[in-house]
């Protein structure tokens, strides 16, 4: 096994090793979002699992960068749907360019992910096999969406319908990152199985701890303003748990029609009396022992199974 780092490293030497071609206006925007090094979690995953069932990673590479385009697709489709102006630090595409050409170039991004998974170097079965999953996960992970979606005209949202949505949406793709990963190292289906639900599980965890550092963490390490989910009035694991616990007082911050700071900081108080952030910490902590148990059933040897314990534990325990 390698470290996180040099699993990055392979995928982002691949990734700039990428060529676009004409028309420029198409496949800038692409090149501009591709270049914008992220965390590579999922394609980390994938080439991890890979290698964790002593499969050739290098074989496994153009799948895992099949699913990192996909999930940098999302993210240029998601920004228009947030109305979301900047993205790691830098203007979201459709800022940067137009809406239109955010659509397009996302869609372009779509068909070039199909087209890693399509000519990747396995059998003919098995290549099936991946397309298969990358189009389970891809469906999964539009129904999260639309959830999210769907949820910005609800004044109340379930925690369960909250929990449901996140797993579409950000465990799916985890999940699958790790199932790919699976399907190139030729997994049983009980480890496939295993490393699925580490993904969905950590996933969970992933989408929690976000919310809270949307409020909580550290502007500049995130490369975005705090606040914005408070700002476009996000049903978050925070803001649920408000709305069941205090919500005469929520109402009244919408009745009153507070905004920009003064939103902020009134939202955040309540959060803070009913002591949120460690409660939604604890609750993250939670599901990352639930991925770290589900592991345990993939059948690993001691090495690989510290890999995934210890990336569990990278991954919630970030900053940013």
């Avoid at 996180?4 to 800038?28: C, G, R, W």
């Avoid at 004044?155 to 699976?182: F, H, N, P, W």
């Avoid at 969905?200 to 929690?208: N, R």
């Amino acid at each position: 096994m390698k470290t996180i780092k040099e699993y990055s490293a392979i995928v982002n030497e691949a990734i700039a090793a990428m060529t676009f071609t004409e028309p420029a206006s198409l496949y800038d925007p692409i090149a501009y979002t591709m270049e914008g090094q992220g965390k590579r979690l999922r394609p980390v995953l994938t080439l991890a699992v890979a290698d964790a069932l002593n499969a050739d990673i290098h074989k496994a590479l153009s799948p895992a960068l099949g699913i990192e385009l996909y999930h940098n697709f999302t993210l240029l489709h998601d920004d228009i749907m947030d109305n979301s102006p900047t993205r790691r630090g830098r203007l979201a595409v459709w800022k940067k360019w137009t809406p239109a050409q955010a659509i397009l170039s996302g869609d372009t991004m779509l068909s070039l992910a199909m087209g890693h998974i399509i000519k990747s170097d396995f059998p003919a079965d098995t290549r099936i096999e991946l397309i298969d999953c990358f189009n389970a996960t891809a469906i999964e992970v539009d129904h999260g969406q639309q959830l999210d979606m769907d949820f910005e005209t609800q004044r109340k949202v379930s925690l369960e319908d909250y929990l449901l949505m996140i797993s579409q949406k950000t465990g799916a793709l985890l999940g699958g990152a790790c199932e790919i990963g699976a399907i190139c190292g030729g997994a049983s289906e009980l480890s496939r199985e295993a490393f699925r639900n580490y993904g969905y599980l950590l996933g969970l965890a992933f989408q929690i701890q976000d919310d809270i550092l949307d409020v909580y963490g550290d502007e500049a390490s995130l490369g975005k303003p705090i606040g914005g989910d408070i700002a476009n009035d996000k049903h978050t694991w925070l803001h649920i748990h408000a709305g069941d616990e205090a919500g005469d007082e929520m109402d009244d911050i919408y009745r009153r029609g507070l905004s920009g700071k003064e939103k902020y900081d009134a939202v955040r108080a309540i959060y803070d009396r009913l002591n949120l952030r460690q409660r939604g910490e604890t609750t993250a902590d939670g599901y990352l022992n639930n991925a770290i148990n589900a592991i345990a059933r993939a059948g690993l040897d001691d090495v690989a199974y510290r890999f995934f314990v210890d990336f569990a534990h990278s991954l919630i325990g970030r900053k940013k």
